[in-house]
């Protein structure tokens, strides 16, 4: 079976999966070691943030010893006193990391966020021991108000705009995208074959969901341009005034191409969503957030649109937590939709909800979406576990303490130097712009090949080889794993490389055989003429 052939049968692959098939390729028995730059899961991970955990289980061992039922067993935890004899606890630890870190985000909780020392203390060591179910369902009371605090400040650099965001703590931002999409169209605020706009080049389950038989619906790209830092021009934004867009999603920073919006750009969405688009249902997903300094969530232009979904996996290490959140703001104009539906619409949605809420009618959708996540009928077992809740609010009390933002400019500048290493080995400037995470990089293969060897070349790739040539021979002929950037509607033959999952000298290695690669197609090109 020629290439070609065996390429156009993977073709219609999601990336993702056509990356186990290159992984196999590169993995062949030979001299030369791997390097799978292909998915975004971060080497590292945040420790002191995981030290302060492990120290909290301890202590909340001491506090179910306190009250053993018997040998082996121990009791719940008394709430009164918990926050004192978590000082003594920590005192006789000295100059333990863990204690350390666990004092410091735990003095910040009380002094800048009030929070009641009891309280707080109480939630977390009954949360370690995992002994209740989670109350409230959709988020704990305390962690919520951490959560709520770190999204604002990562989110819009401040207070969140007028009001607050209700959060739902879930099971990744995959399961909230997941949960997001299910209770609209419960809800009724999105049909089968209703028209949404996408952002693009997308996540590619982005793309594909809305395919699936459970949604068909009909799809309006709003494009960015290459040629402008990756950013949607003016007109793409405007096609969002058409009334039969009903929801925008967006990655934000975008993925693959890595990078936030502009203030123009989001002063020009926010104009059109107030003058023309009230109504307009805004989905976010804004987990490389973190990446870009002075970054604003689309949730802190157009609170009352949007949903905002966070994933703390990238930031912190920690995609095997499976830690994400569903913001929505109290005042929003789904909750508003849901009590404008037709009579007979509202009928089912109560006769759906009535056995989980006393008062259907007023139940926010944030909450129906909790019941949905269970399929309603099992909502008393909803809730994302309490041990993961409470490492979830360790994790964003250990940025909200540090003032200095010492933990981000660390964060930043691994992928930032990773950049750097991987352009100047392609034999290219490294990105400059504010704007740009580094999380990821798009490198259009065309243009890279227009711009070192001409035109005619450059068509001659697009024109003669499949869009998968590039990726399958990076991996079978020089070991390296690739996502293809076409499968993420990044432009044909690009090629998606995460800047996060490999050390720093692995990528001065795949530029160089980006940059052979494409030599040796160019090779062999002339040796054609």
């Known amino acids: 079976m020629s290439r070609q052939t065996d390429e156009k049968q993977y073709e219609g692959l999601s990336p993702f999966e056509l ?11 030979g001299e030369r070691a791997m390097l799978n730059a292909g998915r975004g899961n971060p080497n590292w991970v945040a420790i002191a943030p995981r030290r302060a955990f492990l120290t909290l289980g301890q202590f909340a061992m001491t506090e179910t010893e306190r009250t053993l039922i018997r ?10 006193g918990s ?13 333990d990391q863990g204690a350390a870190a666990l004092n410091a985000y735990v003095t910040h909780a009380r002094k800048a966020l009030k929070l009641d020392h009891d309280e707080l203390i109480y939630e977390f060591v009954d949360g370690m021991l995992g002994d209740h179910y989670p109350t409230p369902d959709r988020m704990l009371t305390n962690c919520e108000t951490i959560v709520s605090a770190y999204l604002a400040q990562e989110m819009c650099g401040g207070p969140w705009p007028s009001g607050s965001f209700d959060l739902f703590a879930t099971e990744g931002g995959t399961a909230a995208m997941a949960y997001v999409f299910a209770s609209l169209m419960e809800n009724k605020l999105l049909h089968k074959g209703d028209t949404i706009a996408l952002g693009t080049p997308e996540f590619t389950p982005y793309l594909e969901i809305p395919q699936l038989n459970d949604f068909k619906f009909v799809e309006v790209e709003v494009r960015q341009d290459e040629s402008a830092g ?21 990655v934000h920073p975008s993925n693959p191409t890595s990078r936030a919006l502009r203030p123009e750009t989001l002063a020009a969405l926010e104009e059109l969503v107030k003058t023309k688009r009230k109504d307009l249902i805004i989905l976010t997903d804004d987990v490389y957030a973190t990446f870009v300094n002075g970054f604003r969530s689309v949730a802190s232009v157009l609170p009352h649109n949007t949903i905002l979904v966070y994933s703390f996996s990238k930031y912190f290490g920690a995609t095997g937590w499976r830690l994400g959140v569903i913001g929505l703001h109290e005042d929003n104009v789904l909750d508003r939709a849901i009590a404008s539906l037709p009579q007979a619409d509202r009928a089912a949605l109560n006769e759906r909800y009535h056995e989980v809420f006393f008062d259907p009618s007023s139940t926010k959708l944030i909450d129906r979406m909790v019941a949905d996540s269970r399929t309603v009928a099992l909502h008393h077992t ?23 933002g010492a933990y981000k400019a660390a964060a930043q500048s691994i992928v930032r130097k990773r950049s750097k290493l991987l352009y100047e080995a392609i034999g290219l400037a490294p990105p400059d712009d504010p704007m740009d995470t580094h999380y990821y990089t798009t490198i259009d293969v065309p243009r890279l090949a227009e711009q070192r060897f001409g035109k005619d070349f450059a068509a001659h790739l697009v024109n003669d080889y499949e869009p998968i040539d590039f990726v399958w021979r990076l991996a079978s002929e020089k070991s390296v794993v690739l996502m293809d950037g076409g499968g993420f ?28 690669l494409l030599a040796d197609y160019h090779t062999s090109w002339t040796a054609n003429q």
């Open 71 to 80: 040998d082996g067993f121990g009791g719940a935890p008394e709430k009164a």
């Open 83 to 95: 926050g004192a004899r978590l000082d003594a606890f920590l005192a006789k630890a000295g100059s």
């Open 230 to 250: 990756w950013d949607y021009p003016a007109s793409e934004i405007e096609k969002l005034a058409d009334p039969k867009i009903k929801a925008f999603f967006i």
């Open 19 to 29: 990356k186990n098939k290159l992984i196999a390729m590169a993995s062949s028995p």
């Open 382 to 404: 909803a809730g994302l576990s309490t041990p993961q809740q409470v490492f979830m609010a360790l994790l964003s009390l250990s940025c909200l303490a540090d003032e200095d």
């Open 489 to 516: 509607d990044a432009p044909r033959m690009s090629v998606r490389v995460s800047l996060a999952n490999l050390n720093d000298d692995a990528y001065t290695t795949i530029g160089k055989a980006i940059s052979d």
